[in-house]
């Protein structure tokens, strides 16, 4: 099974400070054929107006992954981690049995432009902790990079569920393929540009979901980024 997934299909939040799209339900988006698949929960595609962004809050019990594709967003936690987050940069934060943070945009005349994506951990009451890694473009140019994986695998960062993350650029006759194993899920987001998965054609904000298949291959780009995830059912 391959569904294709348009941008005009997500949530659309408009905030004023915020502007967000929503993948899966969220907030006070509710789509019943829309909560999530396999474990992956949450993917919100954010823009935070400069001087502002996300208050102190709280999660738990879920990976939630930052990656930020213009601007800045400064991280501060119940950890005592206090950090900026940049583009190609990869930022895990294991919730756990709680954590406190906020998120904002402190520059004064640009806003940032980020995905928030949220996993289903495989079990519940792990101490939190947190991770940022960077990935330079040579890593994902024409390929798939791992950057998140539950083993660290390929110096990505850990999360404590059974899904991986990769991302990748694609222009011109660059292309690649992820391999899935039997019973896998997949799920393809395109963050920008254009890109043909299968055989379908997605520009920004389209995503592909797959079930049984035995692969995904990724070609005919266009300036594209793009996120594939690999997940347990």
Do not use: C
């Amino acid at each position: 099974m391959l569904e294709l997934i348009k941008s005009a299909q997500r949530g659309h939040a408009d905030h004023g400070w915020l502007k967000s799209f929503h993948s899966f339900s969220f907030a006070d988006y509710y789509n019943p054929q829309r909560m999530g698949f396999g474990p992956l929960r949450v993917i919100n595609e954010d823009r935070v107006a400069p001087g502002t962004g996300f208050g102190t809050h709280g999660h738990r019990d879920m990976e939630i992954i930052s990656y930020v594709l213009s601007g800045e967003l400064a991280h501060k936690d119940s950890m005592g981690n206090g950090e900026a987050i940049r583009p190609g940069e990869v930022q895990r934060m294991s919730a756990g049995t709680g954590v406190m943070h906020s998120e904002f945009n402190n520059a004064k005349d640009r806003e940032t432009h980020f995905l928030q994506i949220w996993i289903m951990p495989e079990r519940k009451g792990i101490a939190p902790s947190y991770e940022q890694k960077a990935f330079a473009d040579a890593e994902k140019r024409g390929k798939l990079r791992l950057v998140a994986s539950p083993d660290a695998a390929d110096g990505s960062v850990r999360i404590n569920a059974d899904a991986r993350l990769f991302a990748g650029l694609f222009d011109g006759s660059e292309e690649a393929t992820l391999e899935l194993a039997p019973g896998r899920l997949a799920y393809v987001h395109l963050i920008r540009g254009s890109l043909e998965v299968n055989g379908m054609l997605l520009g920004a904000g389209d995503a592909v979901q797959a079930a049984g298949v035995e692969s995904l291959h990724l070609k005919s780009g266009q300036d594209a980024e793009v996120l594939a995830f690999d997940l347990s059912r």
